[in-house]
């Protein structure tokens, strides 16, 4: 990612009817946490163009205190870029990043509301498990959902 690309991501993430405003602004921090300074951030960053454009991206880190388990923290594709396998090939270029450096586990949180219930069968979709819930974590009847994909 290059700043070039943030005001396209930007628009990517304000026009994502699952993101809540306050959401935006938190994928923004690690946009610029990010851009500020890659190497030291704690994220990786992978950005997909589709006919010259940016179509989307995914953002991901080791998770701090282990050995070899990694979170993908922001994942997002352009509303109308959607379902031509632009997140497919993004979930699967961070994948084979992660396995490069000797990650074992990718882990994602999601919520549990029926607008993420395309999100949940994307990622079901690519190996991923639902392997927790904690009820009522995002709000009351919004439950974080836990999903894992062992990477080796």
């Known amino acids: 990612m290059t700043q070039a690309d943030k005001p396209a991501l930007m628009h990517i993430l304000r026009h994502t009817p699952e993101f809540k405003p306050y959401e935006v602004l938190v994928a923004e921090e690690v946009i610029d946490s990010y851009l500020g300074d890659p190497g030291s951030s704690g994220f990786y960053t992978l950005v997909a163009e589709a006919d010259s454009t940016v179509a989307g991206y995914i953002c991901y880190g ?28 993004l979930i699967g270029m961070a994948e084979d990043e992660i396995r490069k450096k000797q990650g074992r586990l990718a882990v994602i949180e999601t919520s549990s509301i029926p607008s993420y219930a395309n999100t949940r069968h994307f ?30």
Do not use: N
């Open 123 to 152: 990622y079901s979709r690519h190996g991923y498990e639902t392997i927790a819930s904690l009820p009522d974590f995002y709000s009351i009847g919004d439950d974080k959902v836990i999903l894992l994909k062992r990477l080796r």
């Open 62 to 89: 080791p998770t701090p205190l282990t050995e070899g388990t990694w979170d993908i923290y922001w994942m997002a594709v352009a509303p109308d870029k959607q379902k031509q396998g632009i997140g497919s090939s």
